[in-house]
């Protein structure tokens, strides 16, 4: 251990490309998509360091294109956990004891790796295998994820640096903040590739070993992260990467006597089972695992009477169609009042009429595809129930077509019951459901916003009156875990808006913040006498 004193400035946020016409870091892109879609990429396991082949193996595929094969990727099982499992523990004494600055050097440099040298394969794998269009590749695989090396790191120096305990007269008390012990299993999602790395990264960055379980629709964008780990520095068993079928990773690795927490972006359901799974294996554990979890979301937009009908119409498009509604903090249903609602109708529909959705390698379009056919024929089995129910009707788009890629034209649906299934059922795709209420039944449907959900992960308020806005704030407290004022319910920053939501949505343990760090610590409370007593004898003994 090194006596040196460290220090890490607050970091500032990667600034966005924008990809205009004519620019060149717009060539740059256009140059590396044409180079990846040539290629037929062999993604292995690394275990332990060192790249493994199972032969059992999966296309690795391009949702607007879906006969487009990029690669092919090895699958892992109950045999690779074990090996797994077995390197990580192996790596985890030296790589808990290092210094924290030199854990933090390392991920550090990944972010810089990212920004500087592989900007744009990283882009271009998220666009092509996650259907992604450049704008939101960008603020994605490149803006987010590095902002996360960049912070996290930050903020585990506070973490550190934490030592406000009071010191009685002759003692000197202090905390230290330990690694977990065994290993965390990181399970990621295929919408987010900042996620995907920020996983797996915040345990590690706190001196934890790490099992990784990509998603298998984002394998590209995520093998690339894995390999830029390694060039950062990252030592071998630190973190394993493990793609495979979900059960065939996650229930070997939550039946581990070394389970120590598990890191999670998903759905609400699979969750779930994993915490039940975990459950019933706590007498077998050696310290009761963290859980750690960000599910699902309905998310919602508020509009009071006084809203600014252009304001909430952009938010409503842009919240609820950009990625394809994938985004947990998607817009899904909106409640508007009846005075504004043809304005807002009128002004939306126009909008839609003119996105584009198709490859996102023609920049002009605005949406790509949805992530696969179970994603595309669950989404049309909503709209189609729209279609038939005398409880709803369409108010703009409602077809999809997918004999090229699993592309959904942006939809609107209008619910005359504000319990239609999908004001209440998550999709996660670009589909928006509206209820209109009356004008006067303001603070009542607040209320139905409340209880028609069983998740609670963002929302937004709509208003020009600031009483309707202090209104909403309070009444809608316990909807949203990310709550915004005049804004669209999607686009948290890190390091400005912590990230999470609670009741169905998850742990709300805010990534992108010192909280989720936390997570990932057992403390322990040190006091140390600087002289100690030298007699059993209390003063009230000597009684005269």
């Not at 912070?151 to 305990?165: A, G, K, P, V, W």
């Not at 249903?333 to 504004?340: D, I, N």
């Amino acid at each position: 251990m090194t006596n040196a004193i460290y220090s890490i400035p607050r970091p500032q946020n990667e600034p966005v490309y924008a990809y205009a016409p004519g620019s060149a870091e717009k060539k740059l892109l256009k140059d590396e998509l044409a180079a990846q879609l040539k290629q037929e990429v062999e993604i292995p396991l690394i275990i332990g360091g060192k790249e493994i082949r199972t032969g059992k193996t999966m296309k690795v595929v391009a949702p607007h294109d879906h006969k487009h094969v990029l690669g092919v990727c090895h699958l892992g099982g109950e045999k690779e956990v074990q090996k797994a499992i077995k390197c990580a523990l192996e790596a985890k004494r030296e790589w808990e004891n290092m210094d924290w600055h030199q854990r933090a050097a390392i991920f550090m440099k990944a972010g810089e790796l990212i920004s500087q040298r592989y900007r744009y394969k990283m882009n271009a794998a998220t666009m092509l295998n996650q259907s992604k269009t450049c704008h939101q590749a960008e603020i994605d695989s490149t803006c987010e994820l590095i902002d996360f090396c960049r912070f996290n790191s930050h903020y585990m120096q506070e973490i550190y640096r934490r030592q406000d305990l009071h010191n009685d007269k002759g003692t000197w008390n202090r905390v230290e903040f330990r690694a977990l012990e065994g290993f965390v299993l990181a399970v990621t999602p295929f919408n987010f590739t900042s996620i995907a790395g920020n996983l797996p990264m915040s345990p590690a960055l706190m001196g934890n070993v790490v099992l990784w379980k990509p998603a298998s629709t984002a394998l590209l964008s995520n093998y690339y992260l894995m390999k830029i780990f390694q060039e950062a520095g990252l030592p071998d068993g630190v973190i394993n990467f493990l793609p495979g079928r979900g059960g065939s990773i996650g229930d070997p690795a939550v039946d581990s006597p070394e389970f120590a927490g598990l890191h999670f972006t998903g759905s609400t359901s699979v969750f779930k089972s994993i915490w039940k799974r975990s459950a019933n294996n706590i007498d077998i554990y050696r310290s009761y695992p963290r859980i750690v979890g960000e599910t699902g979301g309905k998310d919602f937009i508020f509009v009071h009477s006084s809203a600014n009908v252009d304001e909430v119409a952009v938010a409503a498009v842009r919240g609820s169609f950009e990625y394809q509604g994938q985004k947990c903090s998607a817009a899904s249903r909106m409640y508007v009042p009846k005075s504004l609602w043809k304005q807002i109708k009128d002004r939306m529909c126009d909008m839609i009429s003119t996105i584009k959705v198709g490859d996102v390698t023609d920049f002009r379009n605005y949406m790509g595809a949805v992530i696969d056919e179970n994603s595309f024929d669950n989404t049309m089995n909503y709209i189609n129930t729209a279609k038939k129910s005398k409880d709803a009707k369409i108010v703009a788009g409602g077809t999809g077509d997918k004999k090229k890629g699993y592309f959904i034209q942006p939809t609107v649906i209008e619910a005359l019951d504000p319990h239609f299934v999908t004001m209440e059922e998550e999709i996660f795709a670009p589909v928006l459901t509206v209820y209109v209420y009356d004008d006067k039944k303001f603070a009542e449907t607040m209320e139905l916003c409340d209880k028609t959900s069983p998740y609670a992960l963002t929302g937004s308020i709509f208003a020009n009156d600031r009483k309707a806005v202090a209104q909403a704030e309070d009444a809608l407290r316990h909807c949203a875990g990310n709550f915004y004022i005049n804004d669209k319910p999607t686009g948290a920053v890190v390091g400005q808006q912590p990230f999470g939501g609670a009741r169905g949505s998850g742990t709300n343990d805010k990534a992108g913040s010192s909280v989720n760090l936390l997570r990932w610590t057992s403390q322990r409370a040190i006091k140390e006498s600087l002289v100690s007593p030298t007699s059993y004898e209390y003063a009230f003994l000597k009684e005269k």
